[in-house]
């Protein structure tokens, strides 16, 4: 299962990078995030970070890695934990209007939860949606 969202809004691509390269930040935007922590690393290919989510009234956890990191270009992290695996990227483009950015999350979901993934697909749309409203709502007031 796959959301897609993208955002442009009228900052420099170099600042609008800073702010959601550094993943701690998902608190402020994302509002399925209740908290994420940086274990490891500078922020670059390896760092580790510790994220909670509430998603459909359950928390848990999820232990990202920074698979890849292109200054101003894109990032990605691959987030794991029992009943899902995501890949979250989050591509950035200069445009006429300032920076647009693209947010990528794939999620496989394991064991038992893969047989119930479809009935999550309403409950991930709207918290998209949200995350696109959240995301904007923060870049543009850096």
Do not use: C
């Amino acid at each position: 299962m796959k959301l897609q969202k993208t955002v442009v809004v009228d900052k420099p691509i170099e600042t609008v990078f800073d702010y959601l390269s550094d993943f701690t930040t998902t608190t402020q935007w994302d509002p399925g995030t209740v908290s994420t922590v940086r274990q490891a690393g500078d922020g670059g290919v390896g760092t580790t970070y510790r994220n909670t989510s509430e998603f459909m009234g359950r928390k848990t956890e999820l232990n990202y890695v920074v698979q890849e990191l292109i200054p101003a270009h894109r990032i990605s992290l691959r987030g794991e934990n029992k009943t899902v695996i995501s890949v979250d990227t989050m591509s950035f483009r200069r445009v006429e209007a300032g920076t647009e950015v693209t947010y990528a999350a794939e999620f496989t979901f394991k064991g038992a939860a893969r047989f119930v993934a479809p009935l999550f697909k309403p409950a991930l749309e709207k918290l998209g949606q949200q995350a696109e409203t959240g995301l904007r709502k923060a870049l543009n007031q850096l």
